[in-house]
């Protein structure tokens, strides 16, 4: 895959251990939502270094009143694609309690292996926050592409998106479809197999995640 100036894939050596364990088949259900949340903490970190609105405060420390910067309320929305990123929203809300959340659904059609979406609920103002939307994998790029699209017809110009796992086949796509988006991904995989799922990936995340398979 070539180097894109929108993409970012982690190399830190904490987050390869946490996705070892986190691609093991015996990894139980607790321990894979555990480690997912914990991933997706350690990846916010770093994804939202910048682009986050900040405003400068008046604090009274037991010495002297000084001023310092917090980021702003209600400046941030974490838009989890349904239903795996919903495992990824207690991972950003660690650093931004205060963060409000839009929900996208989507699925993936089988057969075509297009994404369909059927469910959109979104804050009121979204359109003037910082947009971090969260799916862990991005596989064949599409729900990402349109996930992002959707948010962009809304009015959004400030969005981040952040996968754990990525394919360079999905990489590649949202970095070529949407290059004023950031992209985080923690690991870059081999590629992808004849029906879509990333290679050596660790399965359905959203099945690992609720225990439904």
């Given amino acids: ?4 100036d ?15 364990i986190l691609r093991d088949e015996r990894t139980s ?6 480690l997912v949340e914990e991933i ?27 001023t310092q910067t917090v980021v702003a309320d ?8 349904l239903r795996a ?6 991972g950003v809300h660690v650093l931004f309690p205060s963060a409000r959340v839009g929900h996208i659904g989507m699925y993936r059609n089988e057969e075509t292996l297009v994404p369909e979406t059927y469910y ?29 699209q959707l948010l962009k017809d809304k009015g959004c110009k400030n969005i981040k998106f952040m996968a754990i796992i990525g394919a360079p ?16 991904v923690s690991t870059l995989d081999r590629c992808l197999n004849e029906n879509g799922y990333i290679l050596p990936g660790l399965g359905d995340a959203g099945d690992r995640l609720f225990g439904t398979k």
């Fill in 1 to 4: 895959m070539k180097n894109y």
């Fill in 120 to 148: 959109c609920k979104l804050p009121a103002g979204i359109e003037d926050k910082l947009v971090l939307i969260v799916d862990p994998m991005l596989a064949t790029g599409g729900s990402a592409c349109d996930a992002i």
């Fill in 169 to 184: 086949e999905g990489v590649s796509r949202v970095a070529e479809s949407h290059p004023d988006v950031d992209i985080y």
């Fill in 74 to 81: 209600n400046s941030i929305v974490i838009v989890p694609i």
């Fill in 29 to 34: 259900m607790k321990e894979f939502r555990e």
């Fill in 85 to 90: 990123g919903l495992g990824m929203v207690n």
């Fill in 6 to 20: 929108n993409v970012v894939i982690f190399d830190h050596p904490l987050i390869r251990h946490k996705i070892a």
């Fill in 40 to 66: 997706t903490t350690l990846m916010t970190y770093e994804s939202l270094k910048d682009g986050v609105l900040t405003t400068e405060i008046e604090v009274k420390t037991p010495l002297e009143t000084c």
